[in-house]
């Protein structure tokens, strides 16, 4: 039996951006509530998030100074914006945005000490439009790029592979990772669409060179479609770049009932979807598999969405 670890804390529900936002703190209750009535959550391992200060210190490994220190100016006068106006602190986001990373990266840990295989985080704000310099599309800081630098940092394992299936581009990450050799990002997105990047063309530079991976799809493109991408060119880079564990960025918006996004999966491409990054981690990483929340703005969907991607993680 795998053991899959769960990680959740009420604090993430007090970041909030403005009223009626999509990216809201009943998000983490649709699945928090899912999970629970489905008597799914009976079977994961609850994980805690490690303690302060690591989450400021993986920050710094990630984030520069001066964005780090705007957003705790920013949150300390009472909020504002982060960015152009897409991404909004309140008091406390600084503080939640730090335990969000701090979750992830306990469930890292969890991972690395054998106690799970498998895990999932559900964390907000999301991460993965954060950039080096900056806020963007609702996220603060990168929680799946400071997981990722946690783990080189803390363990043997230094290549990691991310796949985001999130309906938006994950810029922030593919930019952190742009010129390194150590990390292969794969993304299946909209396109044209928010953030404007993930062109095909974008397929890193220097060390990093080839390890970019980026399958856009038109709007209204379909499950299969995302299936496809994954067979035809994130399993040959894989079989190439044999990562030693796979980090998931899993955005739910993909979803042909998500408000925000143009694609229009169904509830088994994501139990497909699931089972193939299982499987990739058993192929490549004695099955560990680190799977983190980004988008999925339904609030009536988002929790059974994330129980049929856990279902997946759950079965060997
Ligand atoms: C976050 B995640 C133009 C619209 C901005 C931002 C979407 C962020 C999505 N101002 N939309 O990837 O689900
Ligand atoms: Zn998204």
Known sequence: MVKVGFHYRSEYKGHVMTEDHVECPERLDSIVEHLEESKLMKKLVPLEALSSPVGEELVRDVHQEPYISKVKRVCGKGGGKLDQGDTIANEHSYDIAIQAVEGVAGCAKAILDGKVQRAFAAVRPPG????????????????????ARYIQMNS???????????????????????????????????????????????TGIGDGRGLTINCPLTEGSRGSDVLAAMESKLLPALKKFQPEI???????????????????????????ISKMLVEISN???????????????????????????LQALLED
């Open 246 to 272: 796979l980090l998931v960025s899993a955005g739910f918006d993909a979803h042909k009932e998500d408000p925000v996004g143009g694609l229009l999966l169904l509830d088994d491409d994501y139990v497909k």
């Open 156 to 202: 043997e394992i230094k290549k990691i592979a991310i796949v985001d299936f999130d309906v938006h581009h994950g810029n922030g990450t593919q930019d952190i990772f742009y010129e390194d050799g150590s990390v292969l990002f794969f993304s299946t997105h909209q396109f044209p669409f928010f953030p404007g990047t993930g062109a095909p063309g974008e």
């Open 128 to 147: 993965h439009h954060a950039v080096e310099g900056s806020a963007m599309g609702f996220c603060i800081f990168n929680n799946v790029a400071t997981a």
């Open 283 to 309: 192929q490549y990483c004695e099955g560990r598999l680190l799977s983190v929340l980004e988008g999925g703005y339904n609030l009536d969907t988002l929790g059974h969405l994330v129980g049929i991607h």
